[in-house]
């Protein structure tokens, strides 16, 4: 049938009925069940679960599997048994720990402390698995009605406090002891074997599941910690005590093995840090504060130094540093230091080695510093103020006969033997090393590893010595001695170092200190100048077979020099007059004074193998000029030869003797021997050889004599007592009045830059003013006469 849009067909059945109802539905065969049935069903389930309990205690496999038995707990708690439940596993737990585990535990454990400490670690490992299962069952009540109960505790703190309280707290061992007691004792114990070395009786995983076990009970630190450090401690004592006699590197070396075994036991077995920092601190005092004396001993500490034991004087120093008393250690050290120095400078039969054994000593004394005492500031300075203690004590420099400083005249020849020789003239021992030319270059002594750079470098630790000298005169007269003697032969190694020496010690020193020192390379320059201009003024003339080189010193600048006289060959005196008269017709109203002592002459000489230059004195010279005059086999007498030559008896006997006995025998003496007698007679050696063209023959009578040296000392005291009488004029004229205290304090101020004044020395030059009439006193006071 069609029906039209909008119209209804009222004849066609339809579903829809909403004013029907709901229709009833039926359920066919449904099954009631009774209370009785649920009654029986948590009944079966509880004792069920309490089956378990007993099977878990028992180490057997539940008879129910843990999914019915999960479930059974879910439908206890729902049901509103949780507290109920919670109280039977808890009633349970404890029956099985007290009445079956502890007995156990008590009958197994053995008569020893480890013995019971194993035996309980065993049963608590059992234990732990058997909360695990019980965890496991149980867990619907762990997560729901213990986890937020107030007054219960989850299960698995429950089987901690249980087992603890069984173990620690009620348990007796065999003894009467607890049993927690002799656990804790057990632990000791290892750490007793572990100490002494006992290897068959420690148990490392033993102790290490000890520490975890009472960290887990909780109990660490009021029962284990306690004992350990009583017993550590007493331990130490012991340690320290029967070490106490031994040498120090010995008992340093037990020390340091010592602490670190502590230190890292307490790593490797999950001791505490605040047990680690007590049980070291507790070392610490036995070891090193209350063993102090034996640490700090200045016989063992020179001891260690003296045999180079860096490892051993790193281990002293840190030590030390562990109880903040590594600055006690500068006693000894500053000890040492003036003991060796003075040492050192007393040596009379080394007098020539001494300032490389001072640099030595320094060196390694740096070095103990950089790789042993951790840089530490405190000591380098305690360094620099025991090398100038020693360096300036008088007591040193009496040993000498002098009243001026030994090290000062020593640092001069010194560096006068790095300039005159270079490189060659340094010991290997103070060549510096990668470490220490780092070091330096950083500090700006050299750029590079070049020659120029070390011998530098060798030049500024020699000025390191001299910057400790309170008196710098002596340094400075034989400095001037030697660098006038350097210029005057040529016998410097390299101009660009004499001159960098001379900038040094003017940055030192200041500008009067080296006014003189620059005078004489003026002079030099000067007198190539006037060289220069002489032979030009000779002409074709010049050409001669002697060249002769002059050098024009002002006397002001350089040392005094004796006049020695002597007979100079025609030729030589021939040439020496005319550059008088060049000279003196260039600049009138001067006077030449010759100092012959100081020439030196490049000689040709024939012999049977060949021809050969060689470098000799001026007065070497005029001997060897004096065979041309004779035959082939002839010889000449000393006598002969001192009629020739004019020189004295002294000088003479040093030349022949380097000409006839050193090394090079370009004469021979006869007879034989070492020294020149006024009956002996020389030849030339015609069959003289060497492989070099030119030949440096030693020149005996530039060597410093006793007598020189002594005459320079006494020259210096001379000029430090007119400084001393013109410091007193200057203090006087500026003040008009001072007590004699206050003056002798103002001159010893004053005049220590060049050199220390004794107190009797100021009041003799106080004495002399007052008689010159500079001052005059006036009770205990000087007053200055305008």
Request: charged fraction near 30%.
């Amino acid at each position: 049938m069609i029906s039209r849009p909008g119209v209804v067909d009222l004849t066609r059945p339809s579903n829809f009925q909403p004013h029907t109802g709901a229709k009833r539905l039926v359920i066919k065969n449904l099954r009631t069940t009774s209370r009785k049935d649920i009654d029986e069903y948590y009944e079966r389930t509880w004792a069920d679960l309490d089956a378990a309990l007993t099977s878990n205690f028992n180490r057997e496999q539940p008879a129910t599997p843990l999914e019915v038995l999960c479930r059974g707990v879910e439908a206890i708690c729902r049901r509103g048994r949780a507290e109920q439940l919670a109280t039977h596993v808890k009633e349970r737990s404890k029956a099985y720990l007290e009445k079956q585990l502890r007995p156990m535990i008590e009958k197994e454990a053995g008569s020893s402390n480890v013995d019971t400490l194993r035996t309980v670690y065993k049963y608590w490992t059992i234990w732990n698995e058997q909360s695990i299962i019980m965890r496991s069952i149980f867990c619907y009540l762990d997560r729901s009605y213990l986890l937020t109960s107030k007054d219960s505790l989850q299960l698995e703190d429950l089987g901690i406090a249980q087992f603890r309280h069984t173990v620690f707290q009620k348990s007796k061992a065999k003894g009467g002891k607890s049993l927690g007691s002799q656990v804790v004792a057990g632990m000791c114990d290892l750490v007793e074997y572990d100490r002494t070395g006992q290897e068959d009786l420690f148990d490392a995983s033993l102790l290490r599941d000890s520490i975890a076990m009472l960290h887990i009970f909780g109990i660490y630190g009021k029962s284990f910690e306690p004992l350990f450090l009583d017993l550590s401690n007493e331990y130490f004592e012991n340690f320290a005590r029967e070490r106490a006699n031994s040498s120090m590197k010995d008992y340093i070396t037990s020390c340091d093995k010592l602490l670190d075994r502590e230190g890292l036991r307490c790593d490797t077995y999950n001791f505490d840090s605040t047990t680690k920092r007590s049980l070291l601190d507790k070392a610490y005092y036995s070891l090193i504060e209350q063993r102090s004396d034996v640490l700090l001993n200045a016989e063992g500490l020179s001891k260690l130094i003296d045999n180079g034991m860096m490892s051993s004087l790193k281990a002293l120093y840190g030590l030390l540093s562990l109880s903040k008393i590594q600055e006690k250690l500068k006693t000894p050290w500053e000890s040492y230091i003036k003991n060796e120095g003075s040492r050192i400078v007393r040596d009379k039969e080394r007098g020539e080695d001494m300032v490389i054994r001072l640099l030595e000593l320094k060196r390694s004394l740096e070095l103990i510093i950089r790789d042993a005492f951790d840089k530490d500031e405190a000591f380098t300075y305690t360094l620099r103020e025991a090398f100038s203690s020693f360096i300036n004590d008088r007591k040193n420099t009496a040993a000498w006969g002098t009243s001026n400083s030994k090290v000062g005249e020593m640092i001069a020849k010194y560096i006068d033997a790095l300039l005159r020789g270079g490189l060659k003239a340094v010991p290997r021992s103070l060549v510096f090393d990668a470490k220490d030319r780092d070091a330096a270059e950083k500090q700006g002594q050299g750029s590079t590893g070049d020659e120029d750079a070390e011998l530098d470098r060798q030049l500024e630790q020699g000025l390191e010595l001299f910057r400790f000298i309170e008196g710098k005169d002596v340094f400075e007269a034989f400095y001037k001695k030697d660098l006038a003697r350097r210029l005057l032969m040529a016998r410097s190694a390299s101009q660009d170092a004499e001159r960098n020496m001379l900038a040094k010690l003017k940055a030192e020193c200041g500008f009067s200190f080296t006014h003189n020192l620059e005078q004489m390379f003026k002079d030099q320059e000067l007198a190539r100048d006037e060289m220069a201009a002489y032979k030009q003024s000779l002409g074709s003339s010049s050409k001669t077979g002697v060249d002769l080189q002059v050098s024009v010193l002002s006397s002001a600048a350089w040392p005094t020099y004796p006049d020695i006289e002597v007979k100079l060959p025609d030729e030589v005196a021939k040439h020496i007059e005319r550059y008088d008269r060049h000279y003196k017709h260039k600049h009138s109203g001067r006077k030449l004074s010759w100092k012959h002592a100081l020439a030196h002459s490049v000689v040709r000489a024939q012999f049977n193998k060949g021809t050969r230059e060689l470098v000799v004195s001026g007065f070497q010279a005029i001997v060897l000029v004096l065979f041309n005059n004779i035959p082939a086999d002839g010889n000449l007498s000393y006598t002969d030869i001192s009629a020739a030559t004019g020189l004295v008896d002294a000088e003479l006997q040093r030349t022949l003797q380097s000409l006839a006995c050193a090394k090079f025998r370009v004469l021979t003496k006869h007879p034989k021997g070492r020294d020149v007698n006024a009956t002996d007679t020389f030849t030339v050696n015609a069959n003289f050889w060497d492989p070099k063209f030119r030949i440096k023959i030693n020149q005996i009578q530039l060597k410093e004599t006793k007598e020189e040296n002594q005459e320079t000392h006494e020259r210096v005291y001379q000029d430090r007592q007119y400084e001393t009488q013109a410091a007193i004029v200057r203090i006087m004229k500026s003040r008009k009045s001072m007590t004699h205290q206050n003056l002798v304090a103002e001159v010893i101020n004053a005049t220590k830059g060049r050199g220390m004044v004794e107190l009797g020395e100021i009041k003799k030059n106080i004495e002399k003013l007052i008689e010159k009439e500079y001052i005059e006193r006036e009770g205990s006071s000087y007053v200055y006469l305008a």
